[in-house]
C-alpha cells in the first residue's frame, strides 16, 4: 500500500497494532491513528510507550527506538483495525458533502483535511469569487463550486470560514437558503458569544452550532492551506444550550476529530474569556511592542523580538475585527496586563531586584507549564 498523499517515503511513523501497541512502519494504514515525525528532527516531548517494537528506516539519522518519547495519541486513535484506502472517505466520513464558506488558509486546510482524513465524500467551495474557487478546485482543494447560498442545499454541512465580522450575516444567509433541510452549520471564528447572540435574534436551532479550531498560520490564502494544519490541535466547539450536547453538537464534534482534532466542549462565554487570555491578548501585546520599536534599531533585533512578536505580522484587518467583538473579555485581560507591568515598573524605579526575580520567575513556571504539555505542539524550548 502507497503511502497517503501528502506524506513521503521518508516519513516515519508510529501505529496502534491490532493488539494496542505502537509499532514503527514505514507508512501508516490509517494516518489519523498516527502520530508523525521527521527522521532527524527531535522528537516532541510527551508519554512514554512500553512495549514498543523497534523500527528504523534506512536513513542514518533515525534515532532507535528506545530514544523516543512519544505525544499522546489524538482521542480517535482508538480504532486501530481501521485502514487507509482511496475509498476512506465513502467508508468514514460523518457528513457525505461538506460545504466550505470562505475558501482561505482555514477554510482550505478544512477542506485538503476533510478530503485526506475521511470527514467527507465530496467539498463543495463557496464563495463569490469564480475565478479564486476555480484556482483552488484546480489545485485540488474542493471538488466543486457554488456561488449562490442556494446550491448548498445539497450539502450535509456547511463549514463558514469567512472573517469574523462576517460570519453572523454569512450563517444567517446559509440558514435562510437551506431552511427545510437537515444541513447542519458550523463555523470557524475566534469568537463566539457575539456570534452566538446574532444568530439566535433569527434562529434559535439546533442546526448551527459553532466551533473554533485552535489553529493557524499568519499566512493567508488556499495557496497555504495544508491538510495536516488541525492534526492533534484542539477545536472548541459551543453548543447553544451547553452544558446539554444536542444530537446535532455530537455529530459536529465527530466532524472535528474526524479530520485530526481533539474536542473542548464549553459554552459560548466561556470560550471567549478563555480565548482573550491564550490568544487575543498575546496578539494585542506582540503588536504593542511591537509598534514602539522603531525600523532604525531593527538591526539590532534577535531572536528576543523574533520570537515576541512573531504574531503581529497577522493581518490588522481580521485582528481588530476579533479584538472588537471580543472587546469586554479584552478589556478585563488588558487591565490584568498593565496590572503586572505596574509591578514591574514599580519594581524597576526601586530597583527591587527581589520582586523582579518573583515576577519573572512566576512567567518562567507558567511558561514551563505550556511547554511540558505534550498536547501542545513542540516549541523548541
Request: hydrophobic letters at 35%.
Amino acid at each position: 500500500m502507497e503511502p497517503p498523499r501528502g506524506y513521503d517515503s521518508n516519513d516515519l511513523c508510529f501505529i496502534r497494532n491490532s493488539s494496542g501497541i505502537i509499532q514503527g512502519t514505514s507508512h501508516v494504514s490509517d494516518p489519523r491513528h498516527s502520530a508523525f515525525f521527521r527522521p532527524g528532527r527531535p522528537f516532541p516531548r510527551g508519554r512514554n510507550f512500553s512495549g514498543l517494537q523497534s523500527f528504523q528506516k534506512s536513513d542514518k539519522r533515525a534515532k532507535p527506538i528506545n530514544d523516543f518519547r512519544f505525544p499522546v495519541l489524538p482521542a480517535f486513535a482508538h480504532s486501530p483495525s481501521a485502514s487507509y484506502n482511496s475509498n476512506m472517505t465513502h467508508l468514514n466520513s460523518e457528513f457525505a458533502r461538506v460545504a466550505i464558506v470562505g475558501v482561505g488558509l482555514i477554510g482550505g486546510s478544512i477542506a485538503l483535511a476533510a478530503r485526506k482524513w475521511g470527514g467527507a465524500e465530496t467539498v463543495i467551495g463557496y464563495g463569490r469569487n469564480r475565478d479564486r474557487l476555480a484556482a483552488a478546485q484546480n489545485r485540488g482543494v474542493i471538488d466543486e463550486i457554488a456561488t449562490t447560498p442556494e446550491a448548498l442545499r445539497n450539502a450535509d454541512l456547511i463549514v463558514v470560514c469567512t472573517p469574523v465580522d462576517r460570519i453572523a450575516e454569512d450563517v444567517l444567509t446559509i440558514l435562510r437558503a437551506t431552511d427545510g433541510t437537515p444541513a447542519l452549520v458550523t463555523d470557524a471564528g475566534s469568537v463566539k458569544n457575539k456570534l452566538q447572540q446574532a444568530v439566535d435574534t433569527e434562529y434559535s436551532c439546533e442546526r448551527y452550532i459553532g466551533a473554533h479550531p485552535l489553529a493557524g498560520s499568519h499566512h493567508t490564502g488556499f495557496e497555504h492551506a495544508s491538510a495536516n494544519l488541525f492534526l492533534t490541535r484542539m477545536c472548541i466547539v459551543s453548543p447553544r444550550d451547553y452544558p446539554e450536547i444536542s444530537p446535532e453538537a455530537s455529530r459536529i464534534c465527530r466532524f472535528w476529530e474526524q479530520i485530526g482534532m481533539k474536542v473542548k466542549t464549553m459554552s459560548a462565554a466561556e470560550h471567549d474569556r478563555i480565548l482573550a487570555l491564550t490568544s487575543h491578548l498575546p496578539h494585542l501585546t506582540a503588536s504593542a511592542v511591537a509598534s514602539i520599536i522603531a525600523p532604525d534599531v531593527l538591526t539590532f533585533a534577535a531572536t528576543g523580538y523574533r520570537d515576541t512578536t512573531r504574531v503581529a505580522a497577522g493581518d490588522p484587518d481580521l485582528w481588530a475585527a476579533i479584538l472588537e467583538m471580543n472587546s469586554t473579555e479584552m478589556v478585563d485581560g488588558v487591565d490584568r496586563l498593565i496590572d503586572v507591568l505596574t509591578s514591574y515598573r514599580t519594581a524597576l524605579v526601586n530597583q527591587d531586584r527581589k520582586t523582579l526575580y518573583s515576577l519573572l520567575q512566576q512567567g518562567a513556571e507558567y511558561r514551563r507549564h505550556y511547554r511540558d504539555d505534550s498536547s501542545h505542539p513542540d516549541d523548541g524550548t
